[in-house]
């Protein structure tokens, strides 16, 4: 029995090392995600401003 309850108590901490390094990763990914969630708004916000600029200049260009 107590064979048994050792062999248990091992395979449980074998699978919550296993959960905490899914917890990690799944926390790495999140990190990673808000990272390139801010790269994408600043490449947006980028875009915006050479969009904005751009319809000025066609606008000196357009015919009457």
């Given at each position: 029995?107590?064979?048994?309850?050792?062999?248990?108590?091992?395979?449980?901490?074998?699978?919550?090392?296993?959960?905490?390094?899914?917890?990690?990763?799944?926390?790495?990914?999140?990190?990673?995600?808000?990272?390139?969630?801010?790269?994408?708004?600043?490449?947006?916000?980028?875009l915006?401003?050479?969009?904005?600029?751009?319809?000025?200049?066609?606008?000196e260009?357009?015919?009457?």
């Amino acid at each position: 029995v107590n064979h048994m309850i050792a062999a248990a108590s091992e395979e449980q901490s074998v699978v919550a090392e296993e959960i905490n390094r899914s917890v990690i990763s799944i926390t790495d990914i999140a990190v990673e995600t808000v990272e390139d969630t801010e790269e994408i708004t600043a490449a947006s916000e980028n875009l915006k401003n050479l969009s904005l600029s751009l319809n000025e200049i066609v606008q000196e260009f357009k015919l009457i």
